[in-house]
């Protein structure tokens, strides 16, 4: 995603994570069986989230330097919260309606919030007015796939991630059986 987002800018960079997201599920709510559901939803949805979460610190940098550090701290909280908020508004949309509308509501949410990407500053200079390298043609590099470092911050990244999102989401239907 940092050679996406170096390529084409935080502008089409955040716009596609979003209607990847968005694609996602909605694709996500047509299919019949839990295989296809996680070929239909999760590659488009990974893809999307990672497009997203790789330009929300980038773009703060980019915009701040007074401030950055509050700033950062605002982005991050932010996603925690959001996440934190998922699994009851997911828990509530699923009583009131089935999970595959609840998938086509949350499409809808995100092809909207893909709009808010249209308000960055696209250009050669950052808003700020330093000036900005020229993009690199896009090339996919795995060469770091080789450092141990680098694996071991992947699989503790990964691990990270999902011992966040599974309370937050999963943890609600049962808290409100106690």
Not at 28 to 34: A, L, N, R, W
Not at 53 to 68: D, G, H, L
């Amino acid at each position: 995603m940092g050679a996406l987002l170096n390529r084409f800018g935080f502008r089409i960079t955040s716009i596609l994570g979003c209607l990847s997201c968005s694609v996602g599920l909605a694709m996500g709510s047509f299919v019949p069986t839990v295989v296809s559901l996680y070929m239909a939803f999760s590659l488009p949805f990974a893809l999307g989230v990672s497009a997203i979460y790789v330009s929300a610190p980038i773009i703060v940098t980019r915009y701040f330097n007074k401030r950055r550090s509050i700033a950062l701290g605002i982005v991050t909280s932010g996603q925690g919260l959001g996440t934190m908020i998922l699994g009851p508004a997911l828990r509530a949309l699923v009583d009131v309606i089935d999970w595959r509308n609840t998938f086509r509501v949350f499409s809808g949410v995100l092809l909207l919030a893909s709009l808010s990407g249209s308000f960055l500053h696209q250009g050669t200079s950052s808003p700020n007015g330093h000036k900005a390298p020229p993009p690199k043609k896009f090339r996919l590099n795995l060469s770091l796939l080789k450092n141990r470092t680098v694996l071991t911050l992947i699989t503790t990244a990964g691990a990270y991630a999902f011992s966040r999102m599974v309370p937050y989401v999963h943890l609600v239907s049962i808290m409100r059986h106690c």
